[in-house]
């Protein structure tokens, strides 16, 4: 199983920018899809995540800015974040977690919101 992280760029703060995480195939159990991100010389954190139910849940720092949601018939979940601002530049990482299994990560991919 592969995850491909993608929609991230370059933007101005306030502005708006939308990540897709794509899962290659279909699998089972997957019960919590997440987004962590990286900033530089700083260890990896949450963002949010939904789980199987469908609730959400976010990092204090993003609640009101960001949404997680999901496709489950795409194997896809976006994370649509808004009113960016420099310290959310990082790179971001799509993860899903499954029952009995590790966790899944994406390659990433990079966020710059410039002041």
């Known amino acids: 199983v592969q995850l491909q992280a993608s929609g991230g760029g370059l933007v101005q703060a306030g502005e708006s920018l939308r990540l897709s995480c794509a899962v290659s195939?279909?699998?089972?159990?997957?019960?919590?899809r997440s987004w962590y991100r990286q900033a530089p010389e700083k260890e990896r954190e949450f963002v949010a995540r939904?789980?199987?139910?469908?609730?959400?849940d976010y990092a204090d720092s993003v609640k009101g800015r960001f949404t997680i949601s999901r496709d489950i018939r795409k194997n896809t979940f976006d994370l649509q974040m808004g009113s960016l601002m420099p310290e959310d530049t990082a790179v971001y990482y799509c993860?899903?977690?499954?029952?009995?299994?590790?966790?899944?990560w994406g390659q990433g991919t990079l966020v710059t919101v410039s002041s």
């Open positions: 993860r899903i977690d499954r029952a009995g299994s590790r966790p899944y």
């Open positions: 939904i789980v199987v139910n469908g609730q959400t």
């Open positions: 195939r279909y699998i089972s159990g997957i019960h919590t």
